[in-house]
Each structure stands twice: as C-alpha cells, then as structure tokens.
C-alpha cells in the first residue's frame, strides 16, 4: 500500500521567517496530494492541495510543490505567524481514500 | 457544502459495552465514506473504506468483528465499536469523497471516545 513520510516532525521557526515541510509516497499512481492542519481536538482543515498535473500552487502565503518524478511535495509558509502554530499533515489519495504521514508540528514564536 | 455532521462529539463509556457513532452527510450524497482513528499526538490512521449499499474494507489489522461499519445509504455511514475496552480510547473521525478522485474530501467534526 502507500507509504507516506512526512519531514520534520516538530519545527520551531521566528515569527516572520519561513516554514518547509516535505513529504515522500511511494505509489506513483497516485494524483491527489492535500495538506491539511489540524488543532487539538479539532477535524482537519484542508489549506491548500495539488493534484498530479501542477507543479506548484499558490495561496497567499502558502504553497506547495509537486515532484513527480521524485515521488515528494512540499508545503511552503512564508512570512509565518503565532497563529500558524498548529500540526500540519500532508495526505497522498491512495486509490480513494487519503493516507496521511505522520504530521509535523510547527511553533511560530514571537 | 459538503458537510458531514458526525455525532457524539464526545462518549464515555464502561469496557464491555458497545458505542456507535454516526456520520451524515448533511448536503450532498456520500457514496464513499472513510472511518480513521487518531490516538494522541499521532496521525489519522485509516481504519476502512465503506461504499454505500456494500460491506466495508478494512485496513489490515483493523478487526472488522470490533468495529462494525454500515452504510445503509447515500447519507449515513455508522461505526460500532463493540465490546470496547480501555485500549479503544481515541479520537474517531469520518470523512467523505465529495466528488469523483481527486476532488477533495470532507471531515466530520471527530467523536472522542473514552472507555473505562
């Protein structure tokens, strides 16, 4: 099935500077790539996702990148705030349903 | 739109009993549900897929007799933990397909589950 490894598990950036996280699959079949964050009891909140035939998408301060050939995507936040503090998750669509890595949480320190 | 409404958002219950929980799909027809569990500070696992009108697949290693999936129609898909025991703890949470691969999926709101 689809392996999913998600890079840093914990990142500590200055408000203001830029976050990097990356993810690698292993299914080359799949298309969908989503990120999501995710606060403490909370559901999933989707912020930006790409799928197969986009090598980069833009939002505001967020982006992600797609490598295909590489098998990875990242997801990009610049100018990062307080309130970005959070668990970020990247997911793969494996067939139908999303496998999610492990999550990365970031702190964003004023 | 695409909203799932899942409920309880919160149960206690003894080890031995039997709890379910219910996602509905409140403006759109879920055809393809997905059930994950989360314990804490990790990630959504994947648990099984449930089509409507058909049985479940489940994950390996997710024991399908502990938890029973029904998704009876286009608007509600249900997951029964039975005879839970205290290691059955966690955050459950139910998604849907809303629309063809590739298009995004929605969450329920996630019940935490606390057996003792």
């Known amino acids: 099935g689809e392996n999913v490894e998600q890079h840093p598990s914990t990142l500590s950036v200055q408000e203001g500077d830029s976050a990097v996280i990356k993810c690698t699959y292993s299914?080359?079949?799949?298309?969908?790539f989503p990120w999501y964050k995710q606060e403490l009891g909370k559901r999933p909140q989707l912020i930006i996702d790409?799928?197969?035939?986009?090598g980069e998408k833009k939002d505001q301060r967020i982006a992600v990148t797609l490598n295909k050939t590489a098998k990875h995507f990242s997801l990009h936040i610049t100018e990062t705030q307080p309130e970005d503090s959070a668990v970020y998750f990247c997911?793969?669509?494996?067939?139908?349903?999303?496998?999610f890595g492990k999550g990365t949480t970031l702190s964003v320190s004023s | 739109g695409a909203v799932v409404s899942q409920h309880p958002s919160w149960v206690i219950c003894k080890s031995g009993t039997s709890v379910k929980i219910e996602c509905r799909s409140l403006?759109?027809?879920?055809?393809?549900m997905f059930w994950y569990r989360q314990f804490p500070k990790q990630s959504l696992m994947l648990m099984a897929t449930?089509?409507?009108?058909?049985?479940?697949?489940?994950e390996q290693g997710v024991e399908k007799d502990k938890f029973l999936i029904n998704h009876a129609s286009l608007t509600l898909s249900t997951l029964t933990v039975t005879s839970a025991h205290p290691e059955d703890s966690s955050f459950y949470i139910c998604?849907?397909?809303?629309?063809?691969?590739?298009?995004?999926?929605?969450f329920g709101s996630g019940t935490r589950l606390t057996v003792v």
């Open positions: 299914d080359s079949a799949s298309n969908y």
């Open positions: 790409i799928r197969s035939n986009v």
């Open positions: 997911a793969v669509e494996a067939g139908t349903a999303l496998i």
């Open positions: 403006d759109f027809q879920a055809t393809t």
């Open positions: 998604s849907a397909l809303i629309g063809p691969s590739g298009y995004g999926y929605t």
């Open positions: 449930s089509n409507e009108g058909s049985k479940a697949t489940y």
